[in-house]
């Protein structure tokens, strides 16, 4: 049985064994710490994404109200549903214990808030009386129940308490003014509530009533499954969801008389990480980037681990007639076992502290590419599983040693009869082939990444984002848009300016589905979903989208309000082979078709392109588009700024770049790009350690050979070539079983993208090209150190 003092005692003799072999002990702490680092990193970010919106209290019982709607051939699935779905929940389902509906959040750009003589800008929405009961948002001031209960209230955050009242106390009871495009209102401050954290896909400055919505939007008579609103409840305890959604699925026909849609729950917490569905199946959505992270840290652990085993099995070979003394002194098994074990156990503790010193240290780089707010906490869980990783660690790199030769007996480990066995050298190329593998995988799928991602932002879309400014019409701006829009255009730098309802990215669906377009041919059994989008004149200029067939909207045609333009796949999805003239009903109404547009993507490039439909109505436009000259944006966007202070004061001018919002479509795409690029590096960097020991430990342990070799006429290049030719042979076959599985992996994501670049053989001539370099780079230093040493010296002591 062990004691204290043998347990010192191994400890001492591990110590001063890492010690005198410093190359050895190095090579292995870097390694394994930069292992460790990643994986720390990528432990950090993964529990962060699965920790999303988990924090609410009755996290199992709340539940979003999500809808399947009918279109053509395909299901489309939302979470987009009626006014009154609230009131029908609760009066339908006793399952249901609290409703909340809310506008969308996409809805809102800025509100403008006053209190006093002070006036700013703010992100806030409209929600139901019983919000705070559903989400575990925390009230600083005020009741759950109270806060929100008439159409004069208003719920801020402490942040904005603090930049308007000084102290959240101090909020409670003011009147704060609101304005959003054309509407204001004056609000009693009846409750503060703390800053929404990080980890929360909602987040809001301040929460009006939906009561003061439907003031500004009375509920319409007409009930619908669907709809632009958010809703949720809360299920009673024991309530069982599959039975709930058995009656959500009839719902839709009982209650709103649509045959069309079918009404179901999803948990809410769920939306964050699985949020694609594909023709009403769900598929993922960021649990996939998840996944694949969590993968990727335990393959670059595993990398470091090699590293580590391969050494110290590659150094323990070495040890044989220190095993023989030991054992020939009387040392046991056990003994020997554990002290083996000491050393690999120390070093793996040594490789943990210094990963946390480095995390520590990198944490601040990692959160500017993450867009995140970690911080160096230990969990209990990511405690564990880090000091679980270590001890194993450090267990396997000193099993063989310890396990292996330890059962000799002294007289042949003494006698040195124990050479690298054929298995064990197997065993070892191996895993370089392994380490090599993933490198290879890695390389080839950040190259095909970033050209995707260059493909994404250098297509042609059908229309000119850049340049192209968009900013909410508020107050005046909303009253009196006309006159605003033709000031607009004359300002210095301004190109073209007009409005539109919504931007042209990612724009809503219309309401209902394809049943409510109809034309002359059509089958009454297609149910074409189409995207349209209210605009106003000058629109399709702005924007410079392509018109193929007819004209634009024009002021000199007179009234436009009945004409509309279709895209190209619109078009192909009416079967209209001359479409200029022909009338269309939209939700009743006779419309004309006056021009047919070149596809372009208002949808991201993961999606094919839809039908579309384009229709003048300038009162429904919400949003002023401005194309701004080329080079002179900064200057322009100052002069629209005071234009906008003096045609619309007390307001402030928020605007957004365009082609700012085309690249957030693709922030996962940027984010897995810009991670594995570095975890790439840090896996050839971890790699080439262990190959460079691993070249080390061959010169050392062939020192003889090339001293005899060169005394009988081999020559430096031949030396080298001789210790190359073994590591380069395995960096080939790995790239051999790497390519095809690269292939394959690219092949998949690239499936993702409706648009995407073709696999190309130049990306794998690059990545072969390049492992080849990278190898002869590691391992050249330590061959022709081996090559140049004289003869006389390498033979010595032989």
């Not at 895209?567 to 001359?578: C, F, G, H, I, Y």
């Not at 993208?753 to 080849?772: D, K």
Request: contains cysteine.
């Amino acid at each position: 049985m062990l004691n204290p003092y043998m347990l010192l005692n191994y400890n001492k003799t591990a110590w001063r064994y890492l010690l005198k072999n410093k190359q050895f002990t190095l090579l292995n702490l870097l390694g394994l710490s930069t292992g460790l680092v990643c994986a720390l990193l990528i432990c950090f970010w993964v529990s962060d994404e699965v920790g999303f919106d988990k924090f609410h209290e009755k996290d199992n019982r709340l539940y979003e109200v999500m809808i399947h709607e009918q279109a053509g051939n395909q299901i489309a699935t939302s979470n987009a549903t009626g006014d009154h779905m609230m009131e029908t929940l609760l009066k339908d389902l006793p399952e249901v214990e609290a409703a909340v509906m809310t506008t969308p959040a996409s809805w809102f750009q800025k509100f403008s808030l006053t209190a006093g003589n002070k006036t700013m800008s703010a992100g806030g929405n409209f929600v139901s009386q019983d919000y705070f009961k559903a989400f575990s948002f925390a009230l600083i001031h005020g009741q759950k129940d109270q806060v929100l209960r008439d159409k004069n209230s208003i719920a801020i955050s402490r942040k904005l308490a603090v930049q308007f009242f000084r102290k959240p106390e101090l909020a409670v009871g003011k009147i704060l003014e609101w304005k959003w495009q054309a509407f204001s209102g004056k609000c009693m401050v009846t409750g503060v509530f703390e800053d929404f954290p990080a980890n929360s896909s909602q987040q809001h400055d301040f929460l009006l009533s939906m009561d003061a919505w439907n003031q500004i939007v009375p509920k319409g008579d007409v009930r619908t499954s669907s709809g632009p609103f958010d809703n949720f409840v809360v299920l009673k305890e024991g309530a069982d969801i599959g039975r709930v959604n058995q009656k959500m699925a009839g719902l839709a026909k009982t209650a709103f008389n649509d045959s069309t849609s079918t009404l179901f729950l999803r948990k809410y917490s769920d939306a964050y990480l699985y949020g694609n569905y594909e023709n009403g199946i769900q598929v993922g959505g960021k649990i996939t980037y998840v996944r694949l992270f969590a993968g990727i840290a335990v393959l670059i652990l595993v990398i470091a681990c090699i590293n580590f085993m391969n050494l110290s099995t590659a150094k323990a070979s070495m040890r044989m007639k220190e095993v023989g003394v030991k054992k020939a002194l009387g040392a046991r098994r056990s003994t020997l076992v554990f002290q083996f074990l000491s050393e690999s156990l120390l070093m793996s503790f040594l490789a943990l502290l210094v990963a946390i010193l480095l995390t520590w240290m990198l944490l601040p780089q990692f959160n500017a590419i993450t867009g995140k707010s970690l911080s160096l906490h230990f969990d209990l869980k990511i405690a564990l599983l880090t000091l679980t990783a270590s001890i194993i660690t450090g267990l396997l790199a000193g099993s063989y040693p310890a396990f292996h030769l330890s059962r000799f007996k002294p007289a042949i480990t003494l006698k040195g009869g124990l050479a690298s066995s054929f298995g064990e050298l197997m065993i070892r190329k191996g895993l370089v082939i392994f380490q090599f593998t993933v490198s290879v995988v890695f390389i080839v799928s950040v190259m095909v990444v970033y050209r995707q991602i260059s493909y994404l932002q250098e297509k042609n879309l059908g229309y000119d984002k850049d340049n192209v400014v968009y900013f909410e019409m508020n107050g005046r701006v909303a009253e009196q848009r006309e006159s605003f829009l033709s000031q607009l255009k004359s300002v210095s730098g301004v190109v073209n300016a007009s409005s539109i309802q919504q931007k042209i990215i990612l724009p809503a669906m219309m309401p209902g589905n394809g049943g409510g377009v109809r034309w002359d041919g059509k089958n009454a059994d297609d149910k074409i979903r189409f995207f349209r989008m209210p605009v106003n004149y000058d629109l399709i200029e702005t924007m410079d989208i392509k018109i193929l067939e007819g004209r634009s909207f024009s002021k000199s045609y007179g009234n436009e309000a009945a004409s509309i333009i279709l895209n190209e796949a619109a078009v192909k999805a009416m079967e209209l082979s001359d479409p200029i003239g022909k009338t269309v009903m939209i939700g009743g109404q006779e419309r004309h078709i006056v021009g047919v547009s070149k596809n372009f993507h208002f949808n991201s490039l993961h999606e094919a392109i839809r039908p579309f439909i384009l229709y003048i109505s300038p009162a429904e436009t919400m949003l002023v588009m401005a194309k701004l000259a080329a080079s002179q944006e900064k200057e322009t966007i100052e002069k629209i700024r005071n234009f906008h202070k003096q045609f619309n004061p007390g307001y402030s001018f928020d605007y957004r770049f365009l082609d700012h919002d085309y690249q957030a479509q693709y922030a996962s795409e940027q984010l897995v790009g810009q991670l594995a690029k570095y975890f790439a590096i840090l896996t050839i960097i971890i790699s080439c350690l262990g190959l460079f020991g691993l070249a080390a430990f061959t010169a050392d342990r062939r020192r003889q050979e090339i001293g005899i070799r060169k005394v009988l006429g081999a020559t430096v290049h031949n030396v080298v070539a001789m210790l190359t030719k073994d590591f380069l042979l395995l960096v080939l076959i790995a790239t051999a079983i790497a390519f095809p599985l690269a292939w394959w992996l690219m092949d998949q994501w690239l499936q993702n993208f409706a648009y995407h670049i073709p696999m190309t053989f130049g990306v794998f001539a690059i990545t072969g090209l390049l492992m080849i370099l990278i190898t002869f780079a590691t391992i050249g230093y330590q061959s022709l150190k081996a090559a140049l040493m004289n003869p006389t010296d390498s033979l010595k002591g032989y």
